[in-house]
């Protein structure tokens, strides 16, 4: 899929959005000290790349198309966050900080230097971001030079290790990834007006959903909405909230964590997720009845990553049923290993019921009958408040949700 965002100018889009308030071009022009060819070529030009009308021009003047709408509804978003970014490097006390001044602040910086400076956030290198963007060192070099001279602070500790950001420099990342973000949303929500949603939908996951109702929903997705794009990101919960309040993930499955890791956060309950301990069918505690915590413990465990929900709850349950926590040499989340591993040793897992359930003849991989119970996991839906979802998420996630429902 291309970028979106590499091809919008935030210079044109500020033209579009003054336009939209003045209610003519004349006065739009007037308002930004630009000339009124100037401000109509922008328009042209952004018209030209939606390849639809954003305005209705009449005596009376200018009016925002459905697709205009679209597109300033994003702008908004995006006015927004360079205001809410001036206010917290303002409140931070920055010396030389331009302010209002500042050409980002107006919307009058070329996106490019945006994306060179969360590349080199990113990767920790000019090199790195230099290849990731296909361009030379001295062009990333330059954009990060014209974005600290016009913001007048610094936004990265040049070492010979590598490009640190400052405190500026992270917020500023932060941003410019949200901004980049919206740019790509002006297109889905604008390609969505012709009928059928398009565009891409980029889902977080942990363990449960890469297993159970994230496969079945992805299917059933693009079964419905065939324009739809379905990307998945797995990695470390916290990896994954900052790429959702960041805007480059639109929603994240996962057992519902702490509420310290929840602000900013809406949380939606999907449905509650058995656990049991899963063993291979040749383990000595596989086909007994009411096998104590006690002697379960004796056994090796694949422990659930140190952090996560599910290791929380196994500790918990086992220091309330036998006063000790499980034990073992192996720490993973990863379905494939823990699989391998439970077949070919007599290590102990804790996973939903929905990972390894019978397929076929294959029962290699057994629940354990327990004298005690195992809690279940809340699987909730994470969204960062305040997005807006593109039509193309709204439609993904209430596939989402009827497939969880059924599950």
Do not use: W
Not at 319 to 339: F, K, L, W
Not at 394 to 399: C, H, K, N, P, S
């Amino acid at each position: 899929m291309r970028e979106a965002s590499a091809k919008l100018s935030l210079r044109h889009l500020s033209a579009f959005m003054a336009v939209v308030d003045c209610g003519r071009i004349s006065a739009a022009g007037d308002a930004l000290r630009r000339s009124h060819s100037a401000i109509a070529r922008s328009l042209e030009m952004l018209e030209t790349r939606f390849g639809r009308p954003l305005l209705t021009r009449s005596r009376a003047g200018v009016a925002p198309t459905p697709a205009g709408l679209a597109c300033d509804a994003r702008c908004r978003i995006i006015e927004n966050e360079l205001a809410s970014l001036r206010d917290l490097l303002e409140r931070s006390g920055h010396a030389g900080l331009r302010g209002r001044q500042a050409c980002l602040f107006r919307m009058q910086v070329d996106v490019s230097r945006l994306r060179a400076l969360v590349s080199v956030h990113n990767l920790g290198s000019v090199q790195g971001a230099a290849h990731l963007l296909s361009v030379t060192q001295p062009a990333v070099s330059s954009s990060i030079r014209a974005l600290e001279t016009d913001l007048g602070v610094a936004l990265f500790v040049r070492t010979p290790r590598g490009m640190i950001p400052t405190p500026a420099g992270a917020s500023v990342a932060m941003a410019s990834r949200r901004i980049l973000s919206e740019l790509r949303r002006i297109d889905d929500d604008i390609a969505s007006l012709r009928g059928a949603p398009s565009g891409l939908v980029c889902i977080g996951g942990l363990a449960y959903s890469r297993n159970a109702v994230l496969p079945r929903a992805i299917k059933e997705v693009v079964g419905r909405f065939p324009q739809i794009v379905v990307r998945t990101v797995e990695g470390p919960l916290d990896s994954l909230l900052v790429a959702m309040h960041a805007g480059e993930v639109d929603v994240i499955i996962c057992a519902r964590p702490e509420a310290v890791m929840l602000e900013g956060v809406k949380v939606e309950t999907l449905l509650r997720d058995r656990m049991k301990l899963f063993v291979s069918r040749d383990h000595p505690l596989a086909g007994r009845k009411a096998v104590p915590a006690g002697e379960v413990l004796d056994y090796p465990f694949i422990l659930p990553p140190v952090g996560t929900v599910t290791r929380a709850l196994l500790v918990s349950t086992f220091r309330a049923v036998a006063g000790r926590d499980p034990e073992g040499a192996v720490e993973t989340s990863s379905y494939t290993i823990i699989r391998k591993l439970v077949m070919e040793s007599r290590q102990i897992c804790f996973r939903s019921v929905s990972e390894f359930s019978p397929e076929g003849e294959d029962v290699s991989i057994v629940p354990l009958d327990l004298a005690f119970d195992l809690p279940a996991r809340e699987i909730c839906l994470l969204q960062r408040k305040g997005a807006i979802l593109t039509a193309a998420a709204a439609d993904a996630l209430a596939v989402l949700r009827d497939v969880a429902r059924g599950h």
